[in-house]
T-cell receptor, first 116, second 111 residues
Framework: GAGVSQSPSNKVTEKGKDVELRCDPI?????LYWYRQRLGQGLEFLIY????????KSGLPSDRFSAERTGESVSTLTIQRTQQEDSAVYLC??????????????FGPGTRLTVL | TQLLEQSPQFLSIQEGENLTVYCNSS?????LQWYRQEPGEGPVLLVT?????EVKKLKRLTFQFGDARKDSSLHITAAQPGDTGLYLC???????????FGAGTQVVVTP
């Protein structure tokens, strides 16, 4: 596909379980971002990858959250020992031009995570 | 605490009416973007403004960036049901594209 894809689209898990969310960015996009969107709220920055540079992890809410990216392709966001407050939509975005002012981020449809 | 404050949080209007959404901050941004998000989808970029005082028009949508680059507004003229969605402003403060998002304004336009 031409756009950013994410899987699964929905994930229901039990408190304490680990989950892994996947993002396939647009081919050729060097920058990749993860955001969290709680119900009725805006997007909360989690982590940013750019090429081979060290990722910007400044938005990760706790050490239960981690993310990896293989080169300039797929990224996975892992949440360990999930808590009910982790329930949210997790959005991935990629961009062609990592810097500059006209940095258009293309978003995937998100993964809706529900922790019971 | 949101770095960017959007108002109002919710707006319901009739088709043909005008509306304005505001995005305010105490911080200065190098650029500011407006996105629209529909249910079950990710946000889609509408516009990027960079220069203080800049005004951009996209059909019936008019975007303005404040002179001090701390605030912005989105004005929709003669709203249509297709304008329904969550409007998000996002400010960029660094050179790497990391965005700070507002909480969004939910706009509902009824026929």
């Amino acid at each position: 596909g031409a756009g950013v894809s994410q899987s699964p689209s929905n994930k229901v898990t039990e408190k304490g379980k680990d989950v892994e969310l996947r993002c396939d960015p647009i081919s050729g996009h060097t920058a990749l971002y993860w955001y969290r969107q709680r119900l009725g709220q805006g997007l909360e920055f989690l982590i940013y990858f750019q090429g081979n540079s060290a990722p910007d992890k400044s938005g990760l809410p706790s050490d239960r959250f981690s993310a990896e990216r293989t080169g300039e392709s797929v990224s996975t966001l892992t949440i360990q020992r999930t808590q009910q407050e982790d329930s949210a939509v997790y959005l991935c975005a990629s961009s062609l031009v990592p810097g500059g002012y006209y940095n258009e981020q293309f978003f995937g449809p998100g993964t809706r995570l529900t922790v019971l | 605490t949101q770095l960017l404050e959007q108002s109002p949080q919710f707006l319901s209007i009739q088709e043909g009416e005008n509306l304005t959404v505001y995005c305010n901050s105490s911080s200065v941004f190098s650029s500011l973007q407006w996105y629209r998000q529909e249910p079950g989808e990710g946000p889609v970029l509408l516009v990027t403004v960079v220069t203080g005082g800049e005004v951009k028009k996209l059909k019936r949508l008019t975007f303005q960036f404040g002179d001090a680059r701390k605030d912005s507004s989105l004005h929709i003229t003669a709203a249509q049901p297709g304008d329904t969605g969550l409007y998000l402003c996002a400010g960029q403060t660094d050179s790497w594209g990391k965005l700070q998002f507002g909480a969004g304004t939910q706009v509902v336009v009824t026929p």
